[in-house]
C-alpha cells in the first residue's frame, strides 16, 4: 500500500519568506508526527498530533513554527519568517496509533528545505 | 529525560566481516528502544524494536540487536556485512513508556562496506 508522501521534496526559499510542507499519512493512521533533520544529525521531534489535536507541541522552537491536521488526515507545517537556520530536511511520520508497546512510525521521504 | 548515544559516526567494515554498531540510553524509567536505516535519498526504515518483550531482538534483513539494562545498551549486530547494509543507522528511544509519543534519535552512524 501507499506509504506516507511528503510534498514538496525540495523547496527553495528566501529568508523572511513563508512556507507550507504537507505530510500525506498512511491511511488509517491517527498519530502523525513532525521531526527536524539538519546535517549531520538524527531527526529532532517537533510536534505529534493524535486524530485532530496536537498531543505534543514541545519539540515546536519558536512560535514560528505551527502545525495543522484539521480533519485528522493530513497535516501541514507552517514556517514563518524564515531564517537560514530553519534549513533542514523535514520528515513526517504517521502510526496506527492504538495500541501498546508504540506502534512502529513510519517515515516518509522528507522535504529538503533550503533558506538562501 | 531520555537520551541516546551513539558511539561511532562513522563506521567501516569488510564485504562478509561482523557488523557491530553501539548504542547506549538513559532513561528513568524501562524504554522502548529502535533502530531504524537511511538509505540514500530514501527515508527512514525500521530495522527492529525492543518493546520490553525478549531482550535478543531480530530484525529485518538479518539485524538483530540485545537489550542490556546493565550496561544501558541496546547494540545492533549483524554477522556479516553485505554490500548493501552501506546506509545511516539511528538509533532511538521512545519518551515515555506506554505512550504514543515521539521518539528521541542519536546522531546516527553511517556504515560503509568495502569489497
Known amino acids: 500500500g501507499a506509504g506516507v508522501s511528503q510534498t514538496p521534496s525540495n523547496k527553495v526559499t528566501e529568508k523572511g519568506k513563508y512556507v507550507e510542507l504537507r505530510c500525506d499519512p498512511i491511511?488509517?493512521?491517527?498519530?502523525l508526527y513532525w521531526y527536524r533533520q539538519s546535517l549531520g544529525q538524527g531527526p529532532e521531534f517537533l510536534i505529534y498530533f493524535q486524530g485532530t489535536g496536537a498531543a505534543d507541541d514541545s519539540g515546536l522552537p519558536n512560535d514560528r513554527f505551527f502545525a495543522v491536521r484539521p480533519e485528522g488526515s493530513v497535516s501541514t507545517l507552517k514556517i514563518q519568517r524564515t531564517e537560514r537556520g530553519d534549513s533542514a530536511v523535514y520528515l513526517c511520520?504517521?502510526?496506527?496509533?492504538?495500541?501498546?508497546?508504540?506502534?512502529?512510525?513510519?517515515f516518509g521521504p522528507g522535504t529538503r528545505l533550503t533558506v538562501l | 529525560a531520555q537520551s541516546v548515544t551513539q558511539l561511532g559516526s562513522h563506521v567501516s567494515v569488510s564485504e562478509g566481516a561482523l557488523v557491530l554498531l553501539r548504542c547506549n540510553y538513559s532513561s528513568s524509567v524501562p524504554p522502548y528502544l529502535f533502530w531504524y536505516v537511511q538509505y540514500p535519498n530514501q527515508g527512514l526504515q525500521l530495522l527492529l524494536k525492543?518493546?520490553?518483550?525478549?531482550?535478543l531482538v531480530k530484525g529485518i534483513n538479518g539485524f538483530e540487536a540485545e537489550f542490556k539494562k546493565s550496561e544501558t545498551s541496546f547494540h545492533l549486530t549483524k554477522p556479516s556485512a553485505h554490500m548493501s547494509d552501506a546506509a545511516e543507522y539511528f538509533c532511538a528511544v521512545s519518551v515515555e513508556q506506554g505512550s504514543q509519543g515521539n521518539l528521541i534519535f542519536g546522531k546516527g552512524t553511517k556504515l560503509s562496506v568495502k569489497p
Open positions: 491511511s488509517g493512521h491517527t498519530a
Open positions: 511520520a504517521s502510526s496506527l496509533g492504538t495500541s501498546l508497546p508504540p506502534d512502529t512510525q513510519y
Open positions: 525492543y518493546t520490553s518483550a525478549a531482550t
